[in-house]
């Protein structure tokens, strides 16, 4: 939003500054057509008149001086509106300059931002498969120690069926020789 209206300040500075051109070219337009009315009036006249009228030398000093200061008038509002218009041009131009840097600084903000996260992102992934190999390794353990256990008892269930087998046979003789003990006897 501020980049919007950053350019709306440019825009409305940049329609401020056409309008001063304007008014210039305007101005110094009118010195133009001064001239020009002068030339035609001088020109309407014929040249009996024009010699009559040019021939009081008051009247004629009168003329070049009105012109003259009609001239130094326009002079001085053109050179008036093109300082306007310099300290305008000045003023814009060191405001693009401080958005340039303004938006220069805000992209590598963005940029550091942008690759700090992703540097933490890349740490915590890191993490996070040492965490998943560590319960890898450890759960490759377990399975290791519990197809061990699963192995011992095996053979301890064997063990003990042979001692049982044992046992059983053992007492079936016990059992005979108390029977033919008491039968012998």
Known sequence: QESSSNQMVITNNAAY????????????????????????????????????ILTSPALQDDLILSVIEQLKTQVVTCTKINQDNKQVNDLLTAELERYKRQERVLNETNHDEKASTLYEHSQEIDSLKHTLSEYL??????????????????????????REL????????????????????
Do not use: P, W
């Open 166 to 185: 044992a046992l059983d046979k053992e007492v079936k003789e016990l059992k005979i020789h108390d029977i033919l003990r008491r039968l012998s006897s």
């Open 137 to 162: 390794r450890e759960k490759e353990s377990f399975e290791k120690k519990i197809s061990i256990l699963k192995d011992d008892l095996q053979k301890e269930e064997s063990r003990n069926i042979d």
């Open 17 to 52: 500054q056409a309008d001063d051109l304007d008014a210039y070219d305007f101005d110094c337009d009118e010195i133009n057509s001064v001239k020009i009315t002068l030339m035609a009036n001088l020109s309407h006249y014929g040249s009996d008149n024009l010699a009559e």
